[in-house]
Each structure stands twice: as structure tokens, then as C-alpha cells.
């Protein structure tokens, strides 16, 4: 009897090892309901954009003109209206994300979690670094497309520590980014998509398949 329920009982230690190691070497607390917020606020935020830049170029085609200090308010106002959504997109995931952990019963913040901070942070902050620069000459078309881009590249850089269906997400970002560079004038909606859309259909099939 203890000899056939040897191989199965192996079988399961083995299993257990297997997990054990995967969760020292992964931070596998990431929640798909993160993905939902942070896709929901995304497109919250470019309907937000979309209202002001119709408001702005109306007043343009009724008024015939307008000045770079108008222009340079708008700027203002959309990299505010950018600055909020990011603040509550990233509370939002980390609250879900937070929850996830204290359910699992592990530690939100080890080593393995830092591992990820670092190799997502690395693409984003040269990302965001490059994109400044762009802003600085006001080159405002290829905005959209390098934070895709660069997004796309951070979450691929981070897939080796977290859910590997991660990077997946992050090839659509890049794909989607590089695509937006032939439709020059449509990022709102690219950032839509990509931001919004793409990561509220990937918070629900995690959540689907990591957690319902």
C-alpha cells in the first residue's frame, strides 16, 4: 500500500518544491482586478483629454486663430489631467495588488518584488526621461507612441519576475505603439486602446485565471 502511494506521494513533494521555488523567484500578487483600474481610469482620462481638445480647437475654427499661450495652457492641462490619472491608476493597482498578497498570505515587498520595481522602472524612467526631451522641442506627435513603446518594454523587462502572461501585454503595448507612428494625430485614441482598453481585457483574463 505505502509503495503505491509512493510515486504519487513524490509526484506531489516535487510539486510543492516546484511552487515553493517558483514564489521565491516570482511576485505572483499581481491582481487582475489592477488591470481593470488602471485600464478604467486610462479611458476616463482620454475622454477627459478628448473634451479639452475639442473645446480648444472649436474656439479655434470659431475664432479663426489662436496663441501659443493658449496652446501652452492646454499642454499644462493635459499633462495634469495625465499626472491624476497615473496617481490613481497606480493607487488603484497597488490597493488590489496589496489585498492580493494579505490574502495569499505573503509579503508585498521582499526581494523578489523589488527585483520587478527595478526592471519595470529602468525602461519607464528612461521612457519618461525621452519623452521630456521631446516636450521640451514641443514635438507632441511622437509622445503617444514612445510611452507605449516604452511601457511595452517595461513590462517585458519585468515578465521574468511576475505572471508571465505579462509580457504578452507588453509585446500589444509596443505593437500598438509602433502602429500608432504611422497614424501621426490619433494617440488619445492609441492611448485609449492601449492603456485602457488592452489592460482591462488583460486584468479579466488573469483574474479569470489566476484568481476567480
Not at 491582481?31 to 473634451?51: E, H
Not at 505579462?166 to 497614424?183: A, D, K, Q
Request: proline share 2%.
Amino acid at each position: 500500500m505505502d509503495v503505491q502511494n509512493q510515486p504519487s506521494g513524490s509526484l506531489q513533494d516535487i510539486k510543492d518544491i516546484r511552487r515553493i521555488m517558483e514564489r521565491s523567484s516570482r511576485f505572483l500578487s499581481l491582481s487582475g482586478l489592477s488591470g481593470v483600474a488602471a485600464g478604467v481610469c486610462a479611458i476616463a482620462g482620454a475622454v477627459v483629454g478628448n473634451s479639452m481638445l475639442k473645446g480648444y480647437y472649436g474656439t479655434y475654427d470659431s475664432q479663426g486663430f489662436f496663441s501659443g499661450d493658449d496652446f501652452s495652457k492646454l499642454k499644462i492641462k493635459l499633462l495634469g489631467v495625465a499626472a491624476i490619472v497615473f496617481a490613481v491608476a497606480f493607487i488603484s493597482s497597488y490597493y488590489f495588488t496589496w489585498r492580493k498578497a494579505k490574502k495569499q498570505g505573503v509579503p508585498m515587498w521582499d526581494h523578489t518584488s523589488r527585483r520587478l520595481a527595478w526592471n519595470m522602472m529602468v525602461p519607464l524612467i528612461t521612457g519618461a526621461a525621452f519623452i521630456l526631451c521631446m516636450l521640451r522641442y514641443d514635438v507632441w506627435m511622437f509622445v503617444a507612441p514612445a510611452s507605449l513603446v516604452f511601457y511595452g518594454l517595461a513590462l517585458v523587462n519585468a515578465s521574468k519576475y511576475t505572471l508571465s502572461d505579462i509580457r504578452y501585454l507588453g509585446y500589444c503595448e509596443i505593437l500598438l505603439g509602433l502602429l500608432n507612428m504611422l497614424f501621426i494625430g490619433y494617440g488619445l485614441w492609441f492611448w485609449a486602446i492601449g492603456f485602457g482598453a488592452l489592460h482591462i481585457i488583460y486584468g479579466v483574463l488573469m483574474w479569470h485565471k489566476y484568481e476567480r
